[in-house]
């Protein structure tokens, strides 16, 4: 069952703040995100496990209310490098890691 | 040295046709998967191995055969190829820990795939 992200598309100016959001139907063991540029492959950002955690890397930081089966991404004072599409990717008790449709970031100057 | 190498990067060629993609990781992970990307980017996952062991098949067409050799190594055989096999194929690879595969993907740079 493919998580859904909200919204679908965000245009910031540098040094604004943005939230990712990504919910599922189903319990989840394990929240992935990813963020690809364009022509590029999916990189890595972060994994948030089952318990509710908080996470941060550099600007960028993620909570999952695993009751709520939901993901956010906390994008803080965007930069120009931010630009990309930013994936959730859900696991519940397996090892399929499956993928919602994307949210695409614009950061312009 | 590339994580996670694809080879060929770019194939374009003629429906009705077969072709291969090969992947290779120098990771030492133990899981390695292929995903197809579309023209709306949506990351769909087709197959996963374990150790050489096919465990996850999603509803692909039987046209497409993955194959692992080692568990370096994902190939993907596509047969008589159809318009809509036309997307970005990318192989990734993982970390199973404690029972439970919770490790971050490495992808490799994908294989974009044009059927005319």
Known sequence: QQPVQSPQAVILREGEDAVINCSSSKALYSVHWYRQKHGEAPVFLMILLKGGEQKGHEKISASFNEKKQQSSLYLTASQLSYSGTYFCGTRNYGNKLVFGAGTILRVKS | ?116
């Open chain 2, 1 to 116: 040295d590339t994580a996670v190498s694809q080879t060929p990067k770019y194939l374009v060629t003629q429906m009705g046709n077969d072709k291969s993609i090969k992947c290779e990781q120098n990771l030492g992970h133990d899981t390695m998967y292929w995903y197809k990307q579309d023209s709306k980017k949506f990351l769909k996952i087709m197959f996963s191995y374990n150790n050489k062991e096919l465990i996850i098949n999603e509803t692909v067409p039987n046209r497409f055969s993955p194959k692992s050799p080692d568990k370096a190594h994902l190939n993907l055989h596509i047969n008589s190829l159809e318009l809509g096999d036309s997307a970005v194929y990318f192989c990734a690879s993982s970390q199973a820990g404690g029972g439970m595969n919770t490790g971050e993907l490495f992808f490799g740079e994908g294989s974009r795939l044009t059927v005319l």
